[in-house]
Nanobody, 123 residues
């Protein structure tokens, strides 16, 4: 069983930055891909960024490309999401997830999920 714990959410003004972190309790084949999803009220959960931890290869949703950066610390089993130039439309609950493969579109690949951390951006 893998447990994921997010931290780093909060309320900021548009244009500012936040960094989210996700700590995984262990490192297995099912945590090779770590991903960030977000869900705003009344909307479906959407993929934000993924990182394939063995290689560091990352992918991003078009809406965050150039503003968000995902990174990992393999030794600490942690993944971070640096969010710059935040916009009001980035307001959502952000979830860390883990799975054997990466996909921004297929939520069902991810077996493990954190509880989420709220990000609120005011304009």
């Amino acid at each position: 069983q893998v447990q994921l714990a997010e931290s780093g959410g909060g309320s900021v003004e548009a244009g500012r930055s936040l960094t989210l972190s996700c700590a995984a309790s262990t490192n297995t084949d099912e945590t090779k891909c770590m991903a960030w999803f977000r869900q705003a009220p009344g909307q479906e959960r959407e993929g934000v960024a993924t990182i394939y931890t063995p290689t560091g290869g990352a992918s991003y949703a078009d809406s965050v490309k150039g503003r968000f950066t995902v990174s990992r610390d393999a030794a600490k089993n942690t993944v971070s999401l640096r969010m710059n130039s935040l916009r009001s439309e980035d307001t959502a609950m952000y979830y860390c997830s883990a799975g054997p493969f990466c996909s921004l579109d297929n939520i069902f690949l991810y077996r493990y999920w954190g509880q989420g951390t709220q990000v609120t951006v005011s304009s």
